[in-house]
């Protein structure tokens, strides 16, 4: 059984830091890339930010790029989302999701999701 479990979500002032993690069981997680999704209240769920299955590829949405970091640590079967100079529109609930093999844009591609983790940003 796949899973998928964020954590690290949190209240922070504009202008702070979180780290989100994503930690993956029941599959060979070094062949699933994973993306970091975000969604807010009425919205649509947006792409953040993704990361290969060997970790040596990411890309993020201009809305984060260069406030965000994505980074995997495979041994551990784990996902980081590094956030920075946050702002009171990163007010989502973030979503990890596993994709085999090639990571992707569009949620509908990923085959696996966390249950969310709520990040408020106050201004």
């Known amino acids: 059984q796949v899973q998928l479990v964020e954590s690290g979500g949190g209240l922070v002032q504009a202008g702070g830091s979180l780290r989100l993690s994503c930690k993956a069981s029941g599959l060979p997680f070094s062949n699933y890339a994973v993306g970091w999704f975000r969604q807010a209240p009425g919205n649509e769920r947006m792409f953040v930010g993704s990361?290969?299955?060997?970790?040596?590829?990411?890309s993020y949405a201009d809305s984060v790029k260069g406030r965000f970091t994505i980074s995997r640590d495979n041994a551990k079967n784990m996902v980081y989302l590094q956030m920075n100079s946050l702002k009171p529109e990163d007010t989502a609930v973030y979503y990890c999701?596993?994709?085999?093999?090639?990571?992707?844009?569009?949620?509908?591609?990923?085959?696996?999701w966390g249950q969310g983790t709520q990040v408020t940003v106050s201004s």
């Open positions: 999701a596993a994709r085999y093999l090639v990571s992707h844009y569009r949620s509908s591609e990923y085959n696996y």
């Open positions: 990361i290969s299955g060997s970790g040596g590829s990411t």
